[in-house]
C-alpha cells in the first residue's frame, strides 16, 4: 500500500479566495488523481496529474479553476481558484502505487467550507 | 455513455450476510474496484475484480461479470463497524475510477 497525506486537513474561506492542497505519497508513484466529494454524494474525478507533463482534466472542470502541479513522483498540488460556497467539499487525492492497476488508494482528504 | 448502478441503502442484522449489487456500463473497462467509506472518512479499498468470479478476502467477497457488466460485494457474518457507504468504481481508460452514488448499509443489533 502507499501511505498518503493531505494538508490541510480542513479550512473555511472566503469567497472570491483560493487555496491549494498538498497531497504527499511515501513512495514514488506514476499516476496521482484528485477527486472531489461533494456534500452527500459520491466521487467525482477532477483531473490526472502526471509527472512532467500537464494535468489531464474531466469534463466539467478546468485548469484555470483548479490548477494543478505535479514537480515530482511524490507530490501534486490542487488549487481551488476564485472559491465561491460551491466549491464546498471534500477535496482527495488517489495514488496507484508502484503503478499497480490492481491497487488505488485515497489520502485521508481536504474537507473544504467556503462562506 | 457512462453508468453505475447501485442501491441507494439496505439495512441488515448482525451477523447475518448481505451482498450489494452494481451494474455498471463504461467507454473502456480494466477491472472493477470496492470501497467502503465511513461518514466523515476517506474511501478504504476492499477489493479489485479483473477476471470473472469471485474473489474471496476474510468476511468481504467480490464477484465480476464482465460481460453482464456486474459485479456484486458479498458481506458476511455482519459487524456493526461495518456500516459504512459502499462504493462500486469501474476503472477505465488510463486507470480512472468512475464511482457509483454509494450503498450507505446500515446493520442493526
Known amino acids: 500500500s502507499a501511505v498518503i497525506s493531505q494538508k490541510p486537513s480542513r479550512d473555511i474561506c472566503q469567497r472570491g479566495t483560493s487555496l491549494t492542497i498538498q497531497c504527499q505519497v511515501d513512495s514514488q508513484v506514476t499516476m496521482m488523481f484528485w477527486y472531489r466529494q461533494q456534500p452527500g454524494q459520491s466521487l467525482t474525478l477532477i483531473a490526472t496529474a502526471n509527472q512532467g507533463s500537464e494535468a489531464t482534466y474531466e469534463s466539467g472542470f478546468v485548469i484555470d479553476k483548479f490548477p494543478i502541479s505535479r514537480p515530482n513522483l511524490t507530490f501534486s498540488t490542487l488549487t481551488v481558484s476564485n472559491m465561491s460556497p460551491e466549491d464546498s467539499s471534500i477535496y482527495l487525492c488517489?495514488?496507484?502505487?508502484?503503478?499497480?492497476?490492481?491497487?488505488?488508494?485515497f489520502g485521508p482528504g481536504t474537507r473544504l467550507t467556503v462562506l | 455513455g457512462q453508468n453505475i448502478d447501485q442501491p441507494t441503502e439496505m439495512t441488515a442484522t448482525e451477523g447475518a450476510i448481505v451482498q450489494i449489487n452494481c451494474t455498471y456500463q463504461?467507454?473502456?473497462?480494466?477491472?472493477l474496484f470496492w470501497y467502503q467509506q465511513h461518514a466523515g472518512e476517506a474511501p478504504t479499498f476492499l477489493s479489485y475484480n479483473v477476471l470473472d468470479g469471485l474473489e474471496e478476502k476474510g468476511r468481504f467477497s467480490s464477484f465480476l461479470s464482465r460481460s453482464k457488466g456486474y459485479s456484486y460485494l458479498l458481506l458476511k457474518e455482519l459487524q456493526m463497524k461495518d456500516s459504512a457507504s459502499y462504493l462500486c468504481?469501474?476503472?477505465?481508460?488510463?486507470?480512472?475510477?468512475?464511482f457509483g452514488a454509494g450503498t450507505r448499509l446500515a446493520v442493526h443489533p
Open positions: 488517489s495514488v496507484h502505487p508502484s503503478g499497480r492497476a490492481d491497487e488505488q488508494f
Open positions: 463504461t467507454s473502456g473497462f480494466n477491472g
Open positions: 468504481a469501474p476503472s477505465g481508460g488510463y486507470n480512472k475510477l468512475i
